[in-house]
Nanobody, 119 residues
Framework: QVQLVESGGGLVQPGGSLRLSCAAS????????MSWYRQAPGKEREMVAA????????TYADSVKGRFTISRDNTKNTVDLQMNSLKPEDTAVYYC????????????WGQGTQVTVSS
């Protein structure tokens, strides 16, 4: 049974930090690139950050470059998103997603975790 379980969301003040974590199980984690997406109310889902299956390379949305860092631990089957200098516009539900490294299509999605940035 495939599972992607996100954790670490919550309420944080502007300028604060949060670390999201995604625990994967039920598939060969090392054969999958991993991404974090987010969706704010009334907006389309957007990719925030992505990391290759080996962890050797990462890409970021322009809106989070320099503030967010994606990382993975292939020994623990986890992928994290460190979010610093958070802004109110970062408020969204954040989703973890898994894509085979040979494909552009995502096979698996987590249930999401809410991040709210507000004073």
């Amino acid at each position: 049974q495939v599972q992607l379980v996100e954790s670490g969301g919550g309420l944080v003040q502007p300028g604060g930090s949060l670390r999201l974590s995604c625990a994967a199980s039920g598939f060969t984690f090392t054969r999958y690139a991993m991404s974090w997406y987010r969706q704010a109310p009334g907006k389309e889902r957007e990719m925030v950050a992505a990391i290759t299956s080996t962890g050797s390379s990462a890409t970021y949305a322009d809106s989070v470059k320099g503030r967010f860092t994606i990382s993975r631990d292939n020994t623990k089957n986890t992928v994290d998103l460190q979010m610093n200098s958070l802004k109110p516009e970062d408020t969204a539900v954040y989703y973890c997603a898994a894509r085979p490294f040979t494909s552009n299509q995502y096979d698996y999605w987590g249930q999401g975790t809410q991040v709210t940035v507000s004073s």
